[in-house]
Every structure is written in C-alpha cells, then in structure tokens.
C-alpha cells in the first residue's frame, strides 16, 4: 500500500539558538546558549566570542544528527459542539427566536 503523506522524520540542515550576550566587569563579553547553559563562550568582542560559540556548538553537535520529527496529535473536541442542534425537534424554538428578535426591534426602536 503506497500512501501520500509527509515522512514522519525529515533531516534538518540549520538550527536556531537563542544566544544570551553579558557584557563583563572587565569589558570583555560572554555568550552562551539559552537552551545549553553550559556552552559559553568569552571573548574581547561581541562577533569574537559569538563565533567562538558557534564553533563550541559545531563541536558539540559532532556526530550528530538532527531531524524535526512531526506528529498528528487529536485534537480535542469543541466544548460547544454536543449544544448544537439541541432545539432541532423543539417546535417553540421558532417563536422563542421571534420573541427574541421582536424584544430587540423593540430595544433598538427606543433608542432611537
């Protein structure tokens, strides 16, 4: 049997991070990954210590593979939905809804 639908697993080529970025007492600056508290790196320079870190997490993830694994998950039926068409068979729910657009005519008619 040969379906259609997407594979579960795909590869992924390019992670994001978000990167913390403090600048020190001594002036230098420290980055690390807010996913991966211990991968820091310290430098004099904002784009030397993010490259730095960069290359901290090329050589953490060596050897590794990354993929993006997608589910289907249920989703959980409207609260609302066993309410509809309660008052189908209900033969004084035509005039319950007249009654109701009759008192707002009459509502809006003493506002103007």
């Not at 590794?64 to 589910?71: H, N, V």
């Given at each position: 049997?040969?379906?259609?639908?997407?594979?579960?697993?795909?590869?992924?080529?390019?992670?994001?991070?978000?990167?913390?970025?403090?600048?020190?007492?001594?002036?230098?600056?420290?980055?690390?990954?807010?996913?991966?508290?211990?991968?820091?790196?310290?430098?004099?320079?904002?784009d030397e210590a993010l490259l730095k870190?960069?290359?901290?997490?090329?050589?953490?993830?060596?050897?590794?593979?990354?993929?993006?694994?997608?589910?289907e998950i249920n989703k959980p039926e409207?609260?609302?939905?066993?309410?509809?068409?309660?008052?189908?068979?209900?033969?004084?729910?035509?005039?319950?809804?007249?009654?109701?657009?009759?008192?707002?005519?009459?509502?809006?008619?003493?506002?103007?």
């Open positions: 049997m040969v379906t259609n639908s997407p594979p579960l697993i795909s590869p992924v080529n390019k992670v994001k991070y978000e990167v913390g970025i403090k600048r020190l007492k001594n002036g230098k600056y420290q980055t690390f990954v807010l996913d991966y508290p211990s991968l820091k790196a310290s430098a004099n320079s904002k870190l960069s290359h901290r997490l090329q050589a953490f993830f060596k050897d590794t593979e990354i993929i993006q694994l997608e589910i409207d609260p609302w939905m066993k309410f509809a068409g309660m008052f189908k068979d209900d033969p004084q729910f035509d005039e319950f809804l007249q009654a109701i657009q009759d008192y707002r005519n009459e509502i809006d008619a003493e506002e103007e």
